[in-house]
C-alpha cells in the first residue's frame, strides 16, 4: 500500500507543479474563445467551469480507467509507474496541449488539427482513423454497461442471457441517438453532474476501504519478483492495456466538445489537466482494488477471480462483485451507477464527436436537426452493424478491446507529433511532448510487430523492428527541425 500512497501524491503534485509548468508554456491568454466567437446555441455554448470539467472527465473516463486498470494490474505494481508517470507527463500533456489547441483554432477537431501540422494526408488518413475509432467507442460503449446492468437487473420478459443484455444495449443506444442528435446542454450538460458524481463516489469509497483492508499487495520496489498474471511481456502490452487512465488518443477527440464551451482560455487547466489527473487517480484506485483480488487472500467466495484468470476476461464481473461486496447494496448501487455511467457518457460524446467531424469534412452545417441527421442515420447504421458482429462473435469484445487500446495508442502517437511540431513552430520547449511522441511510437510499433492479432512476430524480431520505428521517428523529425531552421 506504500507504493499505492506514494503514487496517488505524485499524480496532485504533478497536477499542481508539472500542470502549472505546462500552462505556462502554452501561456493561455485573454482572446475570445470559440464558444463567445461562433455561438450556435447547439455545440458553441458557454459553459459553467465546473459543469465543462464533470462533461470532460466523463467524456475521457469510459471504463478505460476501470476495465483497463483490472486488466493492466495482471502486471503487477508495475502499472503504477506506467499509470503515474503516464499520466502525468504524456496524457495530461497530450489532453491539455490538444484542448487548448483546440481553442486556439476555432474549436477545431482532432483531424483538422493534425492535419493543419502534419500535412493534408495525414489529416485524410487521421478523419477517416478517428471515426473508426469513436465507431468502435461507441460498440464498446455500450455493451460493457449493458453487461453490467443485465447482471444486476434482468427485465422478466427476458429468460436468456443474451436477452437481458439485449434490452439494456436497445436503450443504452436508444439515449445515445437522442444526445447525439440534440444540442450539448439539453441531456449532456443536465444529467452529466449526476453521473459524475456517482464515479467520484466509487472511486472514493473504494480508497476508504483501500485504507481500511490495507491489503497485502506488493511493492512497487518488489515488482521484478513479482510473478505477473500473465504470459504477455510488460513491454509493450501493459502501455496498451492501460490507456485511458495513461493516456489515449480518444481524448483529444473528446477535448474539441469543450473548447467549444469555455469562456476564458485560462479554465484549459483544470479541465483538461486537472480531468486526466482525476482519470488517473480512478485508475490507480482500480488497478490496486483488482491486485487485491489478485495478490491478497481472496474473500471466500472469489474463487472464480482469484488468480486473475477470469478478472483478466470478464472485468464487467468482477466490477460488478467487488462494487457489492464492498460497499454494501446502497453504496454498490451508486458505485455501479458510476461504473455504468462512464461508459455511457463516453460513448454518447463519442458519436458526437463522430458527427461533428464528419460534418467538417463535407461541410455540412449543423444547426438543423435534419442536417444533423444526414450524418447521424448512416453513422449509426455502421454502429450497429458493428456491435451485432460484437455479439456473434465469442471474442469479439477481447478482439475489439484489443484493437480500441492499439488504435487508441496510435491516435495519441499522432496528436503529440502535431504537438510537438506546433511547439517548435512557437519556439517553445517541445522536448515535453517529443519523448512521448518517441516513446508511443516505439509501444504502438512494437505492438503491431508482436501482437498475435496483428503481424505476431516473433518478441525478438519485434523488439527490433520496434528500434528501427524508433530511429525513423527520431531521423524524420530532428531532419525536418534542421530543415525549418536553415529554411
Same mark, same amino acid.
Given at each position: 500500500m506504500i507504493s499505492f500512497v506514494i503514487s496517488l501524491v505524485a499524480l496532485v503534485l504533478g497536477y499542481l507543479l508539472y500542470g502549472k509548468f505546462v500552462e505556462r508554456v502554452f501561456g493561455p491568454d485573454d482572446r475570445p474563445t470559440p464558444a463567445v466567437a461562433k455561438a450556435d446555441g447547439v455545440d458553441f455554448i458557454v459553459l459553467p467551469s465546473w459543469?465543462?470539467?464533470?462533461?470532460?472527465?466523463?467524456?475521457?473516463?469510459?471504463?478505460?480507467?476501470?476495465?483497463?486498470?483490472?486488466?493492466?494490474?495482471?502486471?503487477?505494481p508495475s502499472a503504477y509507474l506506467w499509470i503515474v508517470l503516464g499520466c502525468i507527463f504524456?496524457?495530461?500533456?497530450?489532453?491539455?496541449?490538444?484542448?487548448?489547441?483546440?481553442?486556439?483554432?476555432?474549436?477545431?477537431?482532432?483531424?483538422?488539427?493534425?492535419?493543419?501540422?502534419?500535412?493534408?494526408?495525414?489529416?485524410?488518413?487521421?478523419?477517416?482513423?478517428?471515426?473508426?475509432?469513436?465507431?468502435?467507442?461507441?460498440?464498446?460503449?455500450?455493451?460493457?454497461p449493458a453487461k453490467i446492468?443485465?447482471?444486476?437487473?434482468?427485465?422478466?420478459?427476458?429468460?436468456?442471457?443474451?436477452?437481458?443484455?439485449?434490452?439494456?444495449?436497445?436503450?443504452?443506444?436508444?439515449y445515445y441517438i437522442i444526445a447525439t442528435l440534440l444540442p450539448i446542454d439539453k441531456i449532456i450538460g443536465k444529467v452529466y453532474p449526476l453521473f459524475a458524481f456517482s464515479l467520484l463516489f466509487m472511486a472514493a469509497a473504494l480508497l476508504i476501504m483501500l485504507?481500511?483492508?490495507?491489503?497485502?499487495?506488493?511493492?512497487?520496489?518488489?515488482?521484478?519478483?513479482?510473478?505477473?498474471?500473465?504470459?504477455?511481456?510488460?513491454?509493450?502490452?501493459?502501455?496498451?492495456?492501460?490507456?485511458?487512465?495513461?493516456?489515449?488518443?480518444?481524448?483529444?477527440?473528446?477535448?474539441?466538445?469543450?473548447?467549444?464551451?469555455?469562456?476564458?482560455?485560462?479554465?484549459?487547466?483544470?479541465?483538461?489537466?486537472?480531468?486526466?489527473?482525476?482519470?488517473?487517480?480512478?485508475?490507480?484506485?482500480? #488497478?490496486? =482494488? $483488482?491486485?487485491?483480488?489478485?495478490?491478497? +487472500?481472496?474473500?471466500? @467466495?472469489?474463487?472464480?477471480?482469484?488468480?486473475?484468470?477470469?478478472?483478466?476476461?470478464?472485468?464487467?464481473?468482477?466490477?460488478?462483485?467487488?462494487?457489492?461486496?464492498?460497499?454494501?447494496?446502497?453504496?454498490?448501487?451508486?458505485?455501479?451507477?458510476?461504473?455504468?455511467?462512464?461508459p455511457i457518457t463516453s460513448g454518447d460524446t463519442a458519436f458526437r464527436s463522430a458527427r461533428l467531424i464528419i460534418a467538417d469534412f463535407v461541410r455540412l452545417e449543423q444547426r438543423t436537426i435534419r442536417k444533423r441527421l444526414y450524418v447521424c442515420i448512416p453513422m449509426f447504421a #455502421?454502429? =450497429? $452493424?458493428?456491435?451485432?458482429?460484437?455479439? +456473434?462473435?465469442?471474442? @469479439?469484445?477481447?478482439?475489439?478491446?484489443?484493437?480500441?487500446?492499439?488504435?487508441?495508442?496510435?491516435?495519441?502517437?499522432?496528436?503529440?507529433?502535431?504537438?510537438?511540431?506546433?511547439?517548435?513552430?512557437q519556439h517553445k520547449p517541445f522536448i515535453i511532448t517529443l519523448v512521448p511522441a518517441l516513446f508511443m511510437t516505439t509501444v504502438c510499433s512494437t505492438f503491431l510487430f508482436v501482437s498475435p492479432q496483428a503481424l505476431g512476430l516473433e518478441q525478438t524480431i519485434g523488439y527490433i523492428l520496434g528500434a528501427v520505428a524508433l530511429v525513423i521517428a527520431l531521423v524524420w523529425f530532428f531532419a525536418w527541425y534542421r530543415k525549418i531552421h536553415n529554411a
Open positions: 459543469k465543462i470539467f464533470m462533461i470532460q472527465f466523463l467524456n475521457i473516463a469510459g471504463t478505460g480507467p476501470i476495465f483497463g486498470a483490472i486488466m493492466g494490474a495482471k502486471f503487477g504524456a496524457g495530461a500533456v497530450h489532453d491539455y496541449l490538444s484542448g487548448m489547441l483546440s481553442v486556439r483554432l476555432g474549436g477545431a477537431n482532432q483531424p483538422e488539427i493534425i492535419g493543419r501540422y502534419l500535412g493534408k494526408t495525414t489529416k485524410q488518413v487521421m478523419l477517416i482513423f478517428s471515426v473508426f475509432l469513436l465507431m468502435m467507442v461507441g460498440a464498446v460503449f455500450v455493451f460493457s446492468l443485465g447482471d444486476m437487473w434482468e427485465p422478466a420478459v427476458f429468460t436468456e442471457n443474451v436477452g437481458k443484455y439485449i434490452f439494456w444495449i436497445c436503450i443504452i443506444f436508444l485504507l481500511i483492508k490495507r491489503p497485502d499487495i506488493p511493492e512497487l520496489w518488489e515488482g521484478l519478483s513479482t510473478e505477473p498474471l500473465t504470459a504477455n511481456n510488460i513491454f509493450p502490452y501493459l502501455f496498451i492495456t492501460i490507456a485511458c487512465g495513461a493516456i489515449s488518443g480518444f481524448h483529444a477527440t473528446q477535448s474539441p466538445l469543450m473548447a467549444r464551451c469555455m469562456k476564458k482560455e485560462k479554465m484549459g487547466r483544470p479541465i483538461f489537466y486537472g480531468a486526466m489527473i482525476t482519470e488517473g487517480i480512478v485508475a490507480l484506485i482500480w #488497478a490496486t =482494488v $483488482a491486485m487485491y483480488f489478485f495478490y491478497d +487472500n481472496p474473500t471466500p @467466495g472469489y474463487e472464480q477471480i482469484a488468480g486473475g484468470a477470469k478478472a483478466i476476461n470478464d472485468a464487467p464481473s468482477v466490477v460488478n462483485i467487488i462494487c457489492n461486496d464492498w460497499l454494501g447494496v446502497v453504496g454498490g448501487i451508486l458505485a455501479l451507477l458510476g461504473v455504468v455511467a462512464a #455502421a454502429a =450497429v $452493424a458493428l456491435l451485432i458482429w460484437q455479439m +456473434n462473435d465469442k471474442e @469479439g469484445f477481447n478482439m475489439l478491446w484489443s484493437w480500441f487500446g492499439w488504435s487508441n495508442q496510435t491516435l495519441s502517437v499522432f496528436m503529440l507529433w502535431a504537438i510537438t511540431v506546433f511547439l517548435v513552430q
